[in-house]
């Protein structure tokens, strides 16, 4: 893997969990960083794959349609993600009952992934 020379900033709060996590494992903080991204983008692939599985193309262009006439600037977060997903679904307009049934049977890392995921889709 290629190393390449990032730099971003992170709210101190971020960076002291970061610190933390890297204590228990004896790693340093840009090993920790890499670490936890991967398993991150991991367990979103793992998601998205579950989402897109209980999912028929229908459903997704209304899932797509609902997120996009309602932009946000960021994905809710934990077990607000299904809620925020069923609702935006719920409000795009008549016929997303069985939709909305679908979503409801995600678990809430799967509706985050899904949300990510339609928001780069049109």
Known sequence: MEKLNVSYYLPEHL???IDERSRMRFANRSRQMTDDLCQFYELLDIGL???LRALDGDDLRIIIGAIHARPTSS?????????????VVERFGRGTDRVTDKIAQLDDFACFALWDWARTNQ
């Open 15 to 17: 960076v002291a969990k």
């Open 49 to 51: 794959h579950s989402a």
């Open 75 to 87: 994905i809710p977060i934990g077990t607000a993600s299904k809620h925020a997903l069923m609702d």
